[in-house]
T-cell receptor, first 113, second 114 residues
Framework: GNSVTQMEGPVTLSEEAFLTINCTYT??????LFWYVQYPGEGLQLLLK?????DKGSNKGFEATYRKETTSFHLEKGSVQVSDSAVYFC????????????FGSGTRLSIRP | DTAVSQTPKYLVTQMGNDKSIKCEQN?????MYWYKQDSKKFLKIMFS???????INETVPNRFSPKSPDKAHLNLHINSLELGDSAVYFC?????????????FGPGTRLTVL
């Protein structure tokens, strides 16, 4: 079945550092890929998405590129801020899965001032 | 305006009780979902309804019964609550069953079973 694997956390960085959170997936066909973010005490918000190979999703300085050859969708940001501290979830929806989201286990990110 | 709202935000109850969580969306979406997030932050889908019809039902105990009176509402009723039901429950909605569409999440209901 479909699955998502993302790097274990927690990840702690200093402000203005470069961020990478790795995400790989297993799916048949051509899934859509997402990054969701959960700020402390809040629900999930869509951060970015990509629906086909080589698409790049971007939002709020974050980027991720849909790499079919490596089945990856790594999240990157060039200069993180304290306000980026949150839990980040990589996720996919399979091509014919009636929009059932499969989430990764989440990566907690903490940014030091 | 709140797009997806849930009530209550917090729910503390005793084992064996029956409780309900309500969800409403004002986005005009056809599809609504319930997800469970455990203490390790792991998220898993429980149910999905499209235009009041059940389309996804994961291996959830039958003590959990979703009800959709109309396409803007999806409530979750839980019978005979157990300690392991303690979690945060998120409602979500989306514009259809296509895999290209994002889902919009509510703020969550933290359920604690004592």
């Amino acid at each position: 079945g479909n699955s998502v694997t993302q790097m274990e956390g927690p990840v702690t960085l200093s402000e203005e550092a470069f961020l990478t959170i790795n995400c790989t997936y297993t799916a048949t066909g051509y899934p859509s890929l997402f990054w969701y973010v959960q700020y402390p005490g809040e629900g999930l918000q869509l951060l970015l998405k990509a629906t086909k190979a080589d698409d790049k999703g971007s939002n709020k300085g974050f980027e991720a590129t849909y790499r079919k050859e490596t089945t990856s969708f790594h999240l990157e940001k060039g200069s993180v801020q304290v306000s980026d501290s949150a839990v980040y979830f990589c996720a996919l929806i399979g091509y014919s899965s009636a929009s059932k989201i499969i989430f990764g286990s989440g990566t907690r990110l903490s940014i030091r001032p | 305006d709140t797009a997806v709202s849930q009530t209550p935000k917090y729910l503390v109850t005793q084992m064996g009780n029956d409780k309900s969580i309500k969800c409403e969306q004002n986005l005009g979406h056809d599809t609504m979902y319930w997800y469970k997030q455990d203490s390790k932050k792991f998220l898993k889908i429980m149910f999905s309804y499209n235009n009041k019809e059940l389309i996804i039902n994961e291996t959830v105990p039958n003590r959990f019964s979703p009800k959709s009176p109309d396409k803007a509402h999806l409530n979750l009723h839980i019978n005979s609550l157990e300690l392991g039901d303690s979690a945060v429950y998120f409602c979500a909605s989306g514009p259809g069953t296509s895999g290209y569409n994002e889902q919009f999440f509510g703020p969550g209901t933290r359920l604690t079973v004592l």
